[in-house]
């Protein structure tokens, strides 16, 4: 039988519906999440916890009563909670079925869901669902991220626009910096332009400068950006692009290419259309289920990310700017 509970994880849609079909299995599953160790109190952090149940209110002009809510009490402060207070999925109407459902679509779906695809899953409307879409999204982004190390390869590629190469870049085209180490991490990162500041300044945030070879093609922004960051020009291996030149021994940035190709065809398919203000959370959702393709619970994960991250208000969400990592002028 599949157990939520015994350690076995939900792995796909088809036990999502099964297992997650209603409120009350939806709850208890977060609680598991989110409290793996046991309920603590949300406002004194207390593990002496009793459960309650609350009656329903009644409403005195139709003389409905609410349904029965299932909460938690704390014995120290006496505070009252259930498995959603203080989280993102708290504040909107929405039950937790649809949540975890956008969650389960989100996660599996190899090259990501459009809001569109989530609307007519869900049966909600497309503000709704784009919504629901971006918060899961701001989830998968990793706070502190360990920096690169082993073998690095580094590579930028070109977003939009219609022009080739790095040299005729046009104005509306979008940089975005691939950082990958062999057998680990993706990085992708939306930066300002080619330059060495923009490639130094994110080489210093994602690899190690013990890092063992870091490997790029000839672009010339590449030595002093990397000297920038403290990686010594014996670490550097370069492979000629210009001379065709594509592998030569263990010198290629075949890996992060492989990844920008995959990337790609999932903006061509799934998105059509990214709008360039939010390239950034597409880059983060695409890395998170890239590096975690081999883990056994992404749905839980997420669950348990979405449990612990901060809200995000629809303001918030829709400013010029907000997620980009540097301010276009
Ligand atoms: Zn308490």
Request: glycine residues 6%; proline residues 4%.
């Amino acid at each position: 039988m599949m157990g939520l509970y015994s350690g076995v994880p939900i792995m796909n849609l088809l036990d999502i519906h099964k297992e997650l079909n209603t409120e009350e299995k939806c709850l208890t599953f977060l609680e598991h999440m989110r409290w793996p160790e046991g309920v603590k109190c949300v406002a004194c952090e207390s593990l002496r916890i009793s459960r309650i149940t609350a009656k329903g209110k009644l409403n005195k002009k139709t003389g409905k009563r609410s349904p029965d809510r299932k909460l938690y009490q704390c014995n120290d402060c006496r505070f009252q909670f259930t498995a959603t207070t203080g989280t993102v999925y708290h504040d909107t109407h929405l039950p937790l079925t649809h949540w975890f459902l956008a969650i389960a679509l989100i996660t599996e779906s190899k090259k990501g869901i459009s809001a569109n695809q989530l609307k007519r899953a869900l049966g909600v409307n497309y503000r709704t669902a784009w919504y629901l879409a971006h918060r899961i999204r701001k989830a998968m982004v990793e706070a502190n991220p360990p920096k690169l190390t082993g073998v690095v390869e580094l590579d930028e590629t070109y977003i939009g626009g219609k022009q080739k190469g790095r040299q005729n870049r046009l104005k509306n085209k979008e940089v975005v910096m691939g950082i990958r180490e062999r057998g680990g991490d993706l990085r992708l990162i939306h930066i300002e332009d080619n330059s060495t500041n923009s490639l130094w300044a994110q080489i210093k945030q994602n690899v190690d400068p013990n890092v063992k070879q870091v490997m790029t093609d000839e672009w010339h922004a590449y030595p002093p950006a990397l000297k920038g960051a403290k990686i010594p020009a014996s670490k550097h291996s370069t492979i000629r692009h210009k001379d065709k030149i594509y592998v030569q021994g263990e010198v290629h940035t075949n890996t992060v290419e492989s990844a920008f190709s995959l990337f790609k065809r999932g903006l061509t398919g799934a998105f059509h259309k990214v709008s360039l203000k939010h390239l950034q959370r597409y880059l983060n959702e695409f890395s998170f289920r890239f590096n975690n393709r081999k883990a056994a619970d992404l749905f839980g994960m997420t669950v348990r990310r979405m449990a612990l991250a901060g809200n995000l208000p629809y303001a918030k969400l829709i400013e010029e700017n907000a997620f980009t990592p540097f301010v276009r002028k």
